[in-house]
């Protein structure tokens, strides 16, 4: 509750890196926290990454160096100003109406989650902002560990990297991060939702422009010579299937294609697309798709052309995870010795996990009990916190076995 007070709202429009120089206020308040608790080589460093180390306790030598990771910054779709978290003890399962906004009501009817949880305590915000349990709830299970770790000697582990990192929700998490000073082995992000699950599939991710180049002519003398670049761009989006290959036709493994914005004029126009599938290699199929779609629009249009470019965002942890499955398999196993019920699920999205994999560090995302993010009825439920702590506890020691 302490942390989500600290606005570390992230800033799309932003070129500096933290993208907002506030996120270093919560990056400070951490730093001091563990360097209080007695982690050792606590470091904030210039670009607000947080870096502290758990040393092994363990006799054996070569045991791997576990990284724990939350991002500390909020997502900008919702105001992460002046948050006034709410703790609702043991809640009686009645409407949670959210004071400084009574239009606000976070019911088991749309919280579905929630229908499992009564007489458990929940978080809240107070209506008008986000609660930043995304991902301040990842943050705090992670200084939880830290905590009982350092004042339970008896517990063996290995040596465990714990990193904070901002801009998560802007796409920009690990643009400065510096693997040779992470030096880790293996890592988990704390950054996932409902209890017990646990994550190692992302989407793969390109962005996709198409340029389409008009003729243009005097409105007035156009007639049979103009090409209009916006009415072709319009035809383009227009030829798009309607029941499937779009966010709003698709779940599960399927993937799709979705315009993220059109702009132009008479001359020029240009439609720009994020591109996502499980698997990667459906990406190609896509691309070629929507290059026959601009092809067939441009039948109609004699003399106007098109150029596309096409952009790698990130790509599916799984490709990496398949060579190591004993990282995901120990989190189920810690969880099951939690007594918490594991769940295996697939992210249409893609998380810091997915970049770390591929950047040297194989990284599934394990659940923090955050729900409903980027909104104002986000909530947590504090049990499910607790869970997820209780999980890493039995996590370092299943590690500690690892030789
Ligand atoms: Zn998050």
Redesign the pocket.
């Known amino acids: 509750m302490r942390y989500v007070r600290i606005d570390t709202e992230a800033d799309p429009n932003s070129t500096s890196f933290p993208s907002s120089e506030k996120q270093k206020d919560l990056a400070r308040m951490l730093s001091q926290e563990l360097k209080d608790m007695g982690a050792d080589d606590v470091v904030m460093d210039e670009w607000g990454y947080v870096f502290a180390t758990i040393p092994s306790n363990s006799p054996k030598q070569h045991i791997p160096t576990i990284c724990f990771c939350s991002?500390m910054d909020t997502a900008p779709d919702c105001s992460g100003k002046d948050v006034k978290p709410i703790l609702h003890r043991s809640w009686d399962g009645s409407p949670l109406i959210l004071p400084d906004d009574p239009s606000q009501v976070i019911t088991v009817e749309n919280h579905p989650y929630l229908k499992g949880k009564v007489g458990q305590d929940l978080i809240t915000a107070s209506g008008l902002t986000l609660l930043g349990a995304?991902?301040k709830a990842?943050v705090t299970i992670i200084m939880e560990l830290a905590k009982h770790l350092l004042e339970h000697p008896e517990i063996p582990h290995g040596r465990i990297r714990i990193l904070f990192t901002p801009d998560?929700?802007v796409g920009r998490g690990v643009e400065h991060l510096d693997m040779k000073k992470l030096d880790a082995d293996y890592g988990y992000t704390l950054?996932g939702g409902p209890l017990g699950e646990v994550e190692d599939e992302t989407f793969s991710a390109d962005a996709m422009t198409f340029n389409f180049t008009g003729v243009s002519a005097h409105p007035g003398y156009a007639k049979g010579k103009m090409q209009h670049a916006i009415k072709i761009a319009s035809d383009f989006v227009s030829s798009l299937p309607k029941d499937r290959w779009s966010p709003e036709t698709t779940s599960n493994r399927e993937g799709f294609v979705h315009p993220t914005a059109i702009s132009g004029g008479l001359e020029a126009a240009s439609v720009s697309f994020i591109l996502r599938d499980h698997d990667t290699s459906k990406l190609n199929d896509y691309a070629q798709e929507l290059q026959n779609l601009a092809a067939d629009v441009l039948r109609n249009y004699p003399g106007a052309s098109v150029t596309t470019q096409r952009v790698e965002q990130y790509r599916n942890m799984k490709e990496i995870l398949v060579s190591c499955p004993f990282v995901t398999d120990y989190a189920v196993e810690a969880m099951q010795k939690a007594g918490i019920t594991p769940k295996r699920s697939i992210i249409r999205g893609g998380?810091d996990g997915s970049r770390l994999s591929f950047m040297g560090l194989p990284c599934p995302n394990i659940f923090t009990g955050?729900m409903a993010?980027h909104s104002r009825q986000e909530y947590v439920v504090v049990q499910d916190m607790q869970a997820a702590v209780n999980t890493l506890i039995e996590l370092v020691q299943r590690w500690e076995k690892h030789i």
Do not use: L, N, S
């Open positions: 991002h995304d991902d990842g998560e929700e950054d998380t955050e993010i």
